[in-house]
Nanobody
Framework: QVQLVESGGGLVQAGGSLRLSCAAS????????MGWYRQAPGNQRELVAT??????NYADSVKGRFTISRDNAKNTVYLQMNSLKPEDTAVYYC?????????WGQGTQVTVSS
């Protein structure tokens, strides 16, 4: 089992930056895939970025602006978000895929004002 706790969300002006953190309850070296998803009001949850086996995958809407990284020593995955836009406003969730099960954090709100 894996518990995930996100932090780092908040209110920022358009063009600003935020860094989200996702702390895992177990050694993330043993977790193959970790990622960030987001859900805006009235929308479905969508993929933002994932890291798996050394590779990284990004949604087209965030490419060049967001960077996912993982620190195995701290059991933490990060999402650096630059050049934020109002359309990035959403609840951001961390996800871990461990032994074929999906684990989710509770989410952290990101609000980008225009």
């Amino acid at each position: 089992q894996v518990q995930l706790v996100e932090s780092g969300g908040g209110l920022v002006q358009a063009g600003g930056s935020l860094r989200l953190s996702c702390a895992a309850s177990r050694n993330i070296f043993s977790i193959n895939t970790m990622g960030w998803y987001r859900q805006a009001p009235g929308n479905q949850r969508e993929l933002v970025a994932t890291t798996s086996g050394g590779g990284r995958n990004y949604a087209d809407s965030v490419k060049g602006r967001f960077t996912i990284s993982r620190d195995n020593a701290k059991n933490t995955v990060y999402l650096q978000m630059n050049s934020l836009k109002p359309e990035d406003t959403a609840v951001y969730y961390c996800k871990a895929v461990y032994r074929s099960y999906n684990y989710w954090g509770q989410g952290t709100q990101v609000t980008v004002s225009s």
